[in-house]
């Protein structure tokens, strides 16, 4: 009964969270932009997945819990620090995840901010910087109180599914599409390619893993290799979020003028 009770509430606060504390952007580029986003950064997504997008000279972004840097998850390897310096030198951007990846929509205010802060003190460490970090709902797991402490904290905040963005969007719920092993949404990656570049939309891709027998939220190097050429040859930009951002921002100001 108390977890029916606790669930409802929950829902009721997801609920009203998709109407408040909004930060809507225009999305009215001359191309579709893809973003290639890992989460928890598994070895084999700092290592193979980077690699991937490096050959086709793009960089992604990589949503850390700096709570399981150095450690394993789900029996693979988690990266580790060397990892995450190499990803920043090379030009790719990193987010915040939560410190010990657990679910936001059910912590205290005072729990949430301890963890932020806490995750945010260990990427200022790595150099990054933490004015302008986005971030990612570990599990998805997006509430009100979540919502309104992460609107005044980060650039963006990720849920996970949705699909692809187009015409204006709420920064604070970015909407993703999961590329994993085991197919989770209905539309396949390839038709949201083709409608964020005809649409000039946002597609934001989230996958974990990038290994030959992937976890079902992972993927293949093959698989993660074709639909980076099918992002290319769609004519897509390829960015970071940061960029990404950067780049609507930019054109919703050069629409005003
Ligand atoms: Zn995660």
Request: contains cysteine; hydrophobic residues 35%; glycine residues 8%.
């Amino acid at each position: 009964m108390t977890e029916s009770v606790s669930r409802l509430s929950l829902r009721i606060s997801r609920r009203l969270s998709q109407h408040a504390f909004k930060q809507n952007l225009r999305l009215q580029g001359s191309n579709g932009v893809v973003c290639f986003t890992f989460d928890d950064a598994p070895a084999s997504a700092c290592q193979t997945g980077a690699r991937i997008l490096e050959q086709a000279g793009a960089r992604g972004t990589f949503y850390i819990a700096g709570g399981l840097t150095g450690h394993s998850e789900q029996g693979k390897p988690c990266h580790t620090e060397a990892d995450l310096r190499r990803l920043l030198t090379a030009g790719h951007e990193l987010g915040c995840h939560s410190f010990s990846h657990v679910r936001c929509d059910t912590l205290t205010a005072k729990a949430l901010q301890d963890e932020l802060d806490k995750n945010a003190a260990f990427l200022a460490q790595l150099g990054v910087d933490t004015r302008r970090l986005n971030f990612a709902y570990p599990f998805g797991a997006y509430a009100y109180q979540a919502k309104r402490i992460g609107r005044a904290r980060f650039r963006s905040s990720r849920v996970t599914g949705g699909g692809l963005e187009s015409g204006q969007v709420d920064l604070n719920a970015l909407k993703t599409h999961r590329l994993y092993n085991v197919p989770v949404d209905t539309d396949s990656v390839e038709t949201l390619i083709s409608r964020a570049a005809q649409e000039q939309g946002w597609l934001i891709i989230n996958t974990h893993d990038v290994e030959d027998t992937p976890s079902r939220y992972g993927i293949s190097p093959a698989r993660l290799e074709q639909v980076v050429a099918a992002a290319l040859a769609a004519g897509c930009k390829l960015m970071t979020m940061n960029a990404a951002i950067d780049y609507w921002q930019q054109q919703e100001d050069a629409g005003t003028d």
